[in-house]
C-alpha cells in the first residue's frame, strides 16, 4: 500500500490492521539469546546504516531472539537490570513485535513473546510502503502509569529517551549481524494505538523496521 493511500485511509479513519497470516500462537518462547560473538563495537558502529530495502522472509528465530535481548532483555538477572537504561528502573517501554502471524509484546524477565492479536499490524505501523511487507516491525510504547516517581512535566522526555536507548541498541545488533534496519516516527498514532488496542495512558513512539537485506532475486 502506498504513502498516499495511507494518509487517505487515515483520513476516514480506515486505516487498519489485516488479519493474521497463518496460525497465530499465544506464547510465543523464544531460545535463549545468543550474548556472545558478534562484531566489535567500533565496527557495528561504523557499519549502522539506516536501510529501506527488506527480504520480506521471516527472520530465524534465533535471531528475534537475539534482537529482542539486545533491544531491551534482562542481562543483570539477580538485579533485573536490562540492556538499555530507564530513570528510576520505571521500565516503561514496551516493545511490540508486529510480525505476519500477529501483534506480540515482548515479555523480558522470562524472554519470550506474548500475542496480543491475531492481526497483521504492519501495515499500520508507519506511512511507508516498505513497513507492509518487511518480515519484522517493532513499536515503542510508553506505558506512563509506570512512571509515578517521574514528574509529569517530564515522562515524555524520559520515555523518549528510553525508547531511543532500546531502538539504537537493537540497531547495532542489526550492524553487527548484517540486517537491514530503519528507525521510524512518521506514523499515524492515533491509528497505530487502536489496531493495536492500547489505552489512553499508552503513547506509540516510534517504531523500527528490521529485516535481511533485499537481494536481486528478492526484487
Not at 542481562?75 to 514496551?94: M, Y
Not at 516517581?149 to 540497531?171: E, K, T
Not at 489505552?199 to 528478492?218: F, K
Amino acid at each position: 500500500m502506498n504513502t498516499l493511500t495511507k494518509m487517505a485511509l487515515g483520513l476516514i479513519g480506515q486505516f487498519k490492521p489485516v488479519p493474521a497470516e497463518g496460525y497465530a500462537v499465544s506464547t510465543l518462547p523464544l531460545p535463549p539469546a545468543q550474548t556472545t560473538g558478534g562484531q566489535p563495537l567500533m565496527h557495528a558502529l561504523q557499519q549502522r546504516q539506516s536501510q529501506r530495502e527488506f527480504d520480506p522472509a521471516p527472520l530465524p528465530l534465533q535471531t528475534l531472539s537475539n534482537l529482542l535481548w539486545a533491544a531491551g532483555g534482562v542481562n543483570r538477572p539477580a538485579l533485573g537490570g536490562r540492556t538499555a537504561p530507564s530513570a528510576l528502573n520505571a521500565q516503561e517501554i514496551d516493545t511490540y513485535a508486529a510480525l505476519p502471524g500477529g501483534l506480540y509484546r515482548y515479555d523480558a524477565p522470562p524472554h519470550r513473546l506474548r500475542m496480543v492479536g491475531a492481526i497483521d499490524v504492519r501495515r499500520v505501523t508507519g506511512y511507508q510502503d516498505f513497513v507492509d511487507t518487511a518480515p519484522l516491525d517493532l513499536v515503542y510504547v510508553a506505558q506512563h502509569r509506570r512512571m509515578a516517581l517521574v514528574p509529569a512535566s517530564q515522562r515524555d522526555s524520559y520515555a523518549w529517551f528510553a525508547a531511543g536507548a532500546m531502538a539504537q541498541n537493537a540497531h547495532l545488533y542489526c550492524a553487527s549481524e548484517g540486517l537491514s534496519c530503519v528507525i521510524r516516527a512518521w506514523i499515524d498514532r492515533g491509528a497505530l494505538g487502536q489496531a493495536m488496542g492500547l489505552s489512553p495512558d499508552e503513547q506509540v513512539l516510534v517504531a523500527q523496521t528490521i529485516g535481511s537485506p533485499r537481494t536481486a532475486a528478492a526484487c
